[in-house]
């Protein structure tokens, strides 16, 4: 099935070769993103938090590029580098998803640079 590369405009150039969105059908799916900045150097190191709160707000960019919004998520995938980072990383996701929660899955695994803690990927249904 063809799809549609989504890339927000301003967005720094990926660290391998991906988008950060694509659109088949109606069906965005979302790569796995990290707190990265338009070089691809890691922010907040080792801050939960901050790296969740950054990745939402990439993948906000990614939805809204593509004409979603965030209540159009529907699943997200979690990567974790230790599970004390769990709880910071829950206390910021449940605040970009106040109402019913996407379906989700969250696995503690290495990330692809020292000090990213949190990645999340996503799928979105959009409204058509």
């Known amino acids: 099935m063809p799809f549609t590369p989504v890339i927000p405009p301003g967005f720094g150039k990926p660290i391998a070769p991906y988008s950060p969105g694509a659109l088949a059908d109606g069906v965005l799916y979302v790569a796995g993103t990290l707190a990265f900045d338009a070089e691809n150097n890691v922010l907040y190191p080792e801050d939960a938090a901050a790296q969740t709160r950054h990745?939402?707000?990439?993948?906000?960019?990614?939805?809204?590029?593509?004409?979603?919004?965030?209540?159009?998520?529907?699943?997200?995938?979690?990567?974790?580098?230790?599970?004390?980072?769990?709880?910071?990383?829950?206390?910021?996701?449940?605040?970009?998803?106040?109402?019913?929660?996407?379906?989700?899955?969250?696995?503690?695994?290495?990330?692809?640079?020292?000090?990213?803690?949190?990645?999340?990927?996503?799928?979105?249904?959009?409204?058509?």
């Open 55 to 128: 990745v939402l707000e990439t993948i906000r960019r990614v939805v809204e590029a593509a004409g979603g919004c965030m209540a159009d998520i529907v699943f997200n995938q979690i990567f974790i580098t230790d599970w004390k980072h769990y709880a910071p990383m829950n206390a910021v996701y449940a605040e970009y998803f106040p109402g019913d929660k996407p379906a989700r899955y969250c696995i503690q695994c290495g990330l692809v640079k020292p000090g990213a803690v949190v990645e999340i990927a996503s799928i979105a249904h959009l409204r058509r």
